[in-house]
């Protein structure tokens, strides 16, 4: 910005300088000829204007070298001025005007040589006219005069270098307070890459021992706590992921990562998003042009985002109606523009609004909406998104009426057949008894109208739509229908003949999400929203086909190496990869990763990024190599908080198969699964299955009380309290376990236990000056500490840490022995109260028969059965 201004002053002053030359040129050719002055002066006048021009339009010369070029002959002109005219008088008002030019080129020297060269003009024009060789008698006030426009030049000079002086003073304040916005910038920067990192960490844990929960509870109000606690962990996570994208967005440091995809598969992912967050007096009708292209070439997240954020935000702001989300294309020399347009029946903007409407943090008034929830990011980091990937944005909004969202984005086009097809189309014959005057809204029924014509258009199949049963059944008396569309309010007309249909005719009641069908029945259900792709499933289905639940993703028996240097994300990452059925094995380190796939096979590998000693990049090309070596090859996917633009571009390019950020995105995990494992280890488990394990868990006898007898609640003290007197505020640590004692306890142990490992590498590192790895241990002591409660230690080393990054080894020597010795009195004391011997040597691990989990601490296997 700076510079851009400096630029701005330089180019100002280079074209009054020569417009100045122009004017006062042509003026003084005038004087030639009116009052036949030197002719020979023409020639070289018309010349200077020439040459000024040509100068400017060419650049063949510096800046600083033409500027003082244009003020040569601005002075000569002047003082050839000043030796011809009449009167000294009139020499005054034009070196007061060049003086002033000057001044802006904030070139001192050019301003003293004007001063200079002007009282040179003048004096030759009072020797010239014999006012100082004693010619004509002069009278007393016009020397007044002349000493006074001498004086008046000389002031003007004056204040022409205080201005310089003042604007140079002025631009170093502001060079200096830009110095400190953009120290500031990058520090914000720098905090927003840690909060990716820190805040991202325990959000894992949450979501993902959350999960592993719910798989194993059958209580429905624990189930509904639970399920609560997932969702704001996941809402958590998503405000992050938004302040880390409009980060990048502010910094103009976004990447883009395009890749091959399918609409369908993307809006099959937004829609289960949207799911949970829709209200159900909306609706959300979803309009797909099926001549778009079956496979296309963008960057998928920020697609995704964009449309996330447009329906969300639409939601938000409508509390009657619906949202209408239209997705067509214009066909362009490079591929296609995919043209999408998001209308809603909501609250609508004024013009003032409008203009606001892509800053930052910015949010309608929340007195006439619904829901104003949310950090006001939304509609900035679609604009940011929608620029970096070429498109445009257009929002037009009228109060009270609603507002519609169109964006256009440059695709690159891979597979030309359409997105949506069905086979034999010619046998088809759809009904549809669907009443959308049930709808208060026109717009609504608008939209449903215009959903259905797209659809059958495109598809080129017949479709005959009723309102009422009686209507239906009229029509059938003429008409054979293959597939029959009701509503949910139209099935209830009459359940026992849509039943009976049912069985000659494929019926699909389209209804939300709580909507059940009784026991039996042969109609099948489409969830709301209702829009082509799903219809597209059921039109590719005959009446006695068998619906295939695909069920849940599962890999039993597929051997798994889980590699991170925090045992805490070991055991999140156990528990989430154990529900898949995998064999898993962990690693603390990228030298223990390399060892153990020496040792063994795997068929996959997780593996996080920063660790002491050994990067998860470093290992993973070790791994590589010695599998190069004759050992078959294994997917290595990246397994990491790091969640910037840049870093999936970065581990792919790296090497890695795949990638997947923390916390684990269930979604983002089995679409990884399905990229890097070959079929044969990917099983489907079905509804049966997953209910007779239900079962079986529901049927297990519950654990008898101690010595027969019904136990009884009891006042205990707490197994923690102890803990206190070390400096470790409990509470908070049982908190972060949701206060499982047996969790708590785990915790403790494999933060003390790993004391002495971290201790050696700290000193190690401290004693070579290996700044960047003694951070790495000083990070870890540092969020192990919070996680248990010790946060006094995890404030010190946090000290560390930053002492590290910033270089501050004075800081690092001064405290280092003192965190330390902290840290081992800690660790001391942890396992003198929770270990037989008070020692750090490792036990067997115990857990309950539901958890399926057995083995030490420093590898931990989980098969489907339970079993190592």
């Known amino acids: 910005m700076e ?34 002055w030197e002719k020979w002066t023409i020639p070289l006048l018309l010349f200077s204007i020439v040459s000024s021009f040509v100068l400017h339009i060419t650049h063949r010369l510096s800046e600083r070298m033409r500027l003082s070029i244009y003020a040569l002959i601005l002075m000569m002109e002047m003082f050839y001025y000043c030796a011809n005219v009449t009167t000294l008088f009139d020499c005054t008002p034009v070196v007061l005007v060049i003086l002033t030019l000057l001044s802006i080129t904030q070139e001192k020297l050019l301003t003293a040589a004007c001063l200079l060269v002007g009282y040179a003009g003048m004096f030759y024009h009072l020797i010239d006219s014999g006012f100082i060789t004693g010619g004509p008698a002069v009278d007393l006030s016009d020397v007044i005069r002349i000493i006074w426009h001498l004086i008046l030049v000389l002031i003007t000079a004056i204040i022409a270098v205080r201005l310089i002086n003042a604007i140079r003073q002025m631009e170093a304040e502001y060079r200096k307070k830009i110095h400190t916005l953009e120290s500031v910038n990058k520090s914000a920067s720098d905090f927003l890459a840690n909060v990716s990192h820190e805040i991202r960490t325990p959000i894992n844990a949450v979501i993902g021992l959350t999960g592993v929960c719910l798989e194993k509870e059958a209580d429905p109000s624990i189930r509904t706590d639970l399920e609560a606690v997932e969702a704001a962990g996941k809402r958590v996570a998503e405000q992050i992921s938004d302040i880390l994208d409009y980060s990048e967005i502010d910094m103009d440091s976004l990447a883009v ?80 523009n995919l043209l999408i347009e998001v209308s809603d029946t909501g609250i609508g903007m004024t013009e003032a609004e409008l203009e606001r409407v892509f800053e930052r943090f910015y949010q309608a008034n929340s007195g006439r909406t619904r829901s104003t929830s949310g950090l006001g990011l939304g509609m900035s980091i679609v604009a940011g998104f929608v620029s970096a990937l070429n498109g445009f944005i257009t929002v037009e909004s009228v109060p009270e009426k609603g507002t519609r969202v169109r964006v256009s984005i440059p695709h690159r086009v891979v597979n030309t057949s359409e997105c949506m097809s069905v086979r034999d189309k010619e046998r088809l014959c759809l009904g549809g008894l669907l009443h959308f005057d049930k709808y208060k809204n026109a717009q609504v029924r608008e939209y449903y109208n215009d959903m259905l014509r797209s659809i059958v258009a495109g598809l080129h199949v017949k479709m005959h739509r009723v309102e009422t049963v009686e209507t239906l059944k009229k029509l059938l008396e003429n008409v054979r229908l293959t597939h029959l569309f009701v509503g949910e309010e139209e099935y209830h007309q009459d359940v026992a003949f849509l039943e009976r249909l049912s069985h000659e005719v494929l019926v699909v009641v389209v209804a939300d999400q709580d909507f059940t069908l009784p026991v039996g029945s042969h109609i099948r259900i489409l969830r709301k929203p209702f829009y082509c792709f799903p219809v597209i499933t059921f039109l590719n289905m005959d009446v006695g086909d068998v619906e295939v639940d695909e069920g849940r993703l599962t890999c039993p028996g597929v051997r798994a190496l889980v590699v991170d240097d925090e045992p805490m994300n070991l055991t999140v990452s156990t528990g989430i990869f154990s529900r898949y059925g995998m064999v898993v094995t962990t690693a603390k380190s990228g030298w223990e990763a390399i060892d153990l796939c020496a040792a063994n096979d795997y068929d996959i590998i997780f593996m996080d990024h920063m660790m002491p000693g050994m990067d998860g990049v470093e290992a993973m090309k070790h791994i590589r190599t010695d599998r190069a070596r004759g050992r078959n090859e294994v997917p290595i996917v990246a397994l990491t908080a790091n969640a910037v633009s840049t870093a999936r571009e970065m581990f792919l390019a790296e090497g890695f198969d795949a990638f997947v950020s923390k916390p684990i995105e269930l979604i983002e995990l089995e679409r990884a699964l399905r990229k890097v494992l070959p079929d044969s280890l990917i099983v489907m488990e079905t509804d049966d299955v997953r209910e007779a394990e239900a079962e079986e868990v529901r049927s297990a006898e519950p654990f008898a009380a101690p010595s027969g007898k019904k136990a009884e609640k009891e006042e205990v003290a707490s197994p923690f309290e102890p803990l206190s007197g070390l400096g470790v505020d409990t509470e908070k640590g049982l908190h972060y376990c949701q206060n499982d004692n047996d969790f708590y306890r785990t915790l403790l142990l494999q933060f003390a236990r790993d004391a002495k490992e971290k201790r050696e590498h700290a000193a190690g590192f401290f004693e070579a000056g290996e700044l960047n790895d003694y951070a790495i241990i000083v990070h870890a002591l540092k969020s192990t500490s919070r996680m248990i409660g010790a946060l006094a230690l995890s404030e010190e080393a946090q000290e560390l840490e930053s002492a590290a990054k910033e270089g501050r080894m004075a800081y690092i020597r001064e405290n280092h022995a003192v965190v330390m010795a902290e840290y ?15 020692s750090d040597e490792e036990d067997v691990m115990e857990f309950s028969p539901d958890d399926g989990i057995t083995g030490d601490e420093e590898v931990l296997e989980f098969s489907p059965q339970g079993e190592v």
């Open 257 to 336: 990562n395009s890749e091959d995809y399918m609409l369908s598969s993307v809006l099959n992912d937004l829609v289960n998003q949207l799911t949970p967050v829709k209200p159900k007096e909306l609706e959300l009708i979803i309009n797909v042009e099926s001549t778009l292209p079956s496979v296309m070439h963008t960057d998928v997240y920020k697609f995704k985002k964009i449309l996330w954020h447009l329906i969300s935000n639409s939601l938000k702001y409508t509390s009657e109606g619906g949202v209408y989300v239209h997705i067509s294309s214009v066909k362009q020399p490079y591929g296609i």
């Open 3 to 36: 510079n851009r201004r400096e630029n701005d002053i330089r180019v100002m002053s280079h074209i009054l300088l020569i417009v100045t030359i122009a004017i006062f040129s042509l003026v003084l050719v005038f004087l030639n000829i009116l009052l036949d």
């Open 824 to 838: 081992e009195k800690l660790t001391d004391g942890i396992l003198k109260l929770y270990t037989p011997d008070g």
